[in-house]
């Protein structure tokens, strides 16, 4: 009987730690619960606040952008509007020395032929420095053959002592802006005789 009972007190004594261990189980799991619970809604909240601090951030950035592209917009117009302000500071200089040139001349003060020549010429060469220094140059094809990208034909002239297509006369000078044709020089350009 003994065996039995110690057997009993045994399986007793196992049931109670099992129950402890069931009872021990189930406050874990509803542990687990409520820290999934509480994760989720951490979670939850955590997502909330990097949503929007990534709309904040979305938004600044586009209020940049705009910023930027109302300030570029600005200065491309800008630069657009005052483009040729530097080749007018460079000129006025000419401008004004024809303007005291002309008045000299509707004053009576110049009345001699070789002064009044002698300051245009050095006025044209003001001009033309400053022409050439913002990199124009003459196109000059007297003598060579006709080349279509810098010449405009006028007229063929029917000639036996050149080649054909030679340009013979340049009737209006041509030029280019570093390397591109501004003006195309127009030419009288010989023919095979008739």
């Known amino acids: 009987m003994s065996n039995k009972k110690h057997t009993v007190n045994i399986k007793d004594g196992n049931k109670k730690e099992n129950d402890k261990s069931k009872n021990g189980s189930d406050h874990e799991e509803y542990i687990k619960t409520n820290d999934a619970e509480n994760n989720t809604e951490e979670n939850n909240k955590n997502k909330e606040n990097e949503t929007a601090v990534l709309k904040d951030m979305l938004l600044r950035k586009a209020a940049e ?35 005291r040139s002309i008045d000299s001349i509707n004053k009576g003060e110049t009345k001699d032929f070789e002064t009044l020549k002698k300051g245009i010429l050095l006025i044209f060469d003001k001009f033309k420095n400053i022409l050439e220094k913002e ?22 002239v029917p000639r036996d002592d050149v080649k054909p297509n030679t340009v013979l006369e340049v009737v209006e000078k041509g030029y280019k802006l570093k390397d591109k044709v501004v003006k195309h020089e127009k030419v009288l350009v010989s023919a095979e005789p008739l």
């Open 135 to 156: 990199g124009l140059t003459e196109i000059n094809s007297l003598g060579q053959e006709f080349n279509v990208d810098v010449n405009s034909a006028l007229m063929q």
């Open 65 to 99: 952008f705009e910023n930027y592209k109302r300030r570029t917009d600005q200065e491309i117009s800008n630069y657009i509007k005052y483009a040729s302000e530097n080749i007018i500071k460079e000129l006025l200089p000419v401008y004004d020395d024809l303007g």
